[in-house]
């Protein structure tokens, strides 16, 4: 049973930090590109961040460059996520996804997703 489950969301004011994690569970883990993907109420689902399958290279979106950082471990099964500097259009909900190689996750392409967990940016 294939399983992402993100956790380390919640309240956090406008230049705070948070930092994410996806475990992941019923699936080869370290052969599958990873993807941050956010949804803010409203509006379509926004990619975030990649990484390849052994960390080595990652992609941000411009409007995350410079502040999120992503990482995985992959003897943990798990996936992170460092969000600095947090602003109010940080706000929604944030998931983490599975694709078969960079490629595609870079074309949008996820396999698996988590349930997603809850980022407000608010004073």
């Known amino acids: 049973q294939v399983q992402l489950v993100e956790s380390g969301g919640g309240l956090v004011q406008p230049g705070g930090s948070l930092a994410l994690s996806c475990a992941a569970s019923g699936f080869t883990f370290s052969s599958y590109s990873m993807s941050w993907v956010r949804q803010a109420p409203g509006k379509g689902p926004e990619w975030v961040s990649r990484?390849?399958?052994?960390?080595?290279?990652?992609r941000y979106a411009d409007s995350v460059k410079g502040r999120f950082t992503i990482s995985r471990d992959n003897a943990k099964n798990t996936l992170y996520l460092q969000m600095n500097s947090l602003k109010p259009e940080d706000t929604a909900l944030y998931y983490c996804a599975s694709s078969r190689s960079f490629y595609s996750a870079s074309r949008g392409e996820y396999d698996y997703w988590g349930q997603g967990t809850q980022v407000t940016v608010s004073s």
């Open positions: 990484i390849n399958t052994s960390g080595g290279a990652t």
